[in-house]
């Protein structure tokens, strides 16, 4: 599955979450949640690449001879 996929689906639960809740302190909570995971879910969308915005150095092993 696809990383922006993935965090709009916990974002939907989330939301569900926040919907249930009959604590509203639970219900903010829940909400805050659910816009973070839409935003890492934008941020995804916007660099496809598998490590998202993680841009991954190789390394070099140096051998001595």
Avoid: Y
Wanted: with cysteine.
């Amino acid at each position: 599955m696809v990383p922006s996929d993935v965090f709009a689906q916990h974002a939907a639960e989330c939301e569900c979450m926040a919907k249930s809740s009959r604590d509203p302190e639970n219900k903010q909570v829940w909400t805050r949640m659910a816009e973070r995971w839409k935003r890492c879910a934008a941020l995804a969308r916007q660099d496809p690449s598998p490590q998202g915005h993680r841009k991954t150095r190789t390394h070099t092993r140096r051998f001595q001879a």
